[in-house]
T-cell receptor, first 113, second 113 residues
Framework: KAGVTQTPRYLIKTRGQQVTLSCSPISGHRSVSWYQQTPGQGLQFLFE???????NKGNFPGRFSGRQFSNSRSEMNVSTLELGDSALYLC????????????FGQGTRLTVV | AQSVAQPEDQVNVAEGNPLTVKCTYS??????LFWYVQYPNRGLQFLLKYITGDNLVKGSYGFEAEFNKSQTSFHLKKPSALVSDSALYFCAVRDLSFQKLVFGTGTRLLVSP
């Protein structure tokens, strides 16, 4: 059973640019969540999608957005990149039940210069 | 709001000795608790979870965790540490209101030969 796949693994962007990250969840999983990991802030929740609907959003500016497609694949977009957006972005997929574990991809390392 | 605390930034243990990584939680209602491990430049790997039932939960790679309701703790344990266990460990709780995982700050485990 394939795991969670995130592409690309590494990205270098310039301030002011935008970026799109992709996440393919485990087959059959309908919930996809995104997290930002930085040394200073740790793991922070960005948003969660279920059946193409954003169910919840973390405390991030509107420059951070996402979407989910009918096949459960998800994309995350960050516009007008800032230096502080440099981070490891992790995607997690899970079944819809609250008591099930989330499975994480290897992440996309974004560096903004 | 749900939260977890990991009081130790780093834990050092010699190979072959037992290890404990501490986690305390604060939740309203029944807790859904998880432990994840992260190796350098990798995503998070699920180790184990507590939903209900036995207070001693067994997980992957020989790890186990003890749920203690009176002390609101969920410590991760392993009877005999391996050098390969050296990694970053995160405790997490499921936030039932916002469909997200809330992570602790992480504990770096260093196992010396």
């Amino acid at each position: 059973k394939a795991g969670v796949t995130q592409t690309p693994r590494y990205l270098i962007k310039t301030r002011g640019q935008q970026v799109t990250l992709s996440c393919s969840p485990i087959s059959g999983h309908r919930s996809v969540s995104w997290y930002q990991q930085t040394p200073g802030q740790g793991l922070q929740f960005l948003f969660e999608y279920f059946s193409e609907t954003q169910r919840n959003k973390g405390n991030f500016p509107g420059r951070f957005s996402g979407r989910q497609f009918s096949n459960s694949r998800s994309e995350m977009n960050v516009s007008t990149l800032e230096l502080g957006d440099s981070a490891l972005y992790l995607c997690a997929s899970s079944l819809f039940s609250m008591n099930t574990e989330a499975f994480f991809g290897q992440g996309t390392r974004l560096t903004v210069v | 709001a749900q939260s977890v605390a990991q009081p130790e930034d780093q834990v050092n243990v010699a190979e072959g000795n037992p290890l404990t990584v501490k986690c305390t939680y604060s939740v309203s209602g029944n807790p859904y608790l998880f432990w994840y491990v992260q190796y350098p430049n990798r995503g998070l790997q699920f180790l184990l979870k507590y939903i209900t039932g036995d207070n001693l939960v067994k997980g992957s790679y020989g790890f186990e965790a003890e749920f203690n309701k009176s002390q609101t703790s969920f410590h991760l344990k392993k009877p005999s540490a391996l050098v390969s266990d050296s990694a970053l460990y995160f405790c997490a709780v499921r936030d039932l209101s916002f469909q997200k995982l809330v992570f602790g700050t992480g504990t770096r485990l260093l196992v010396s030969p």
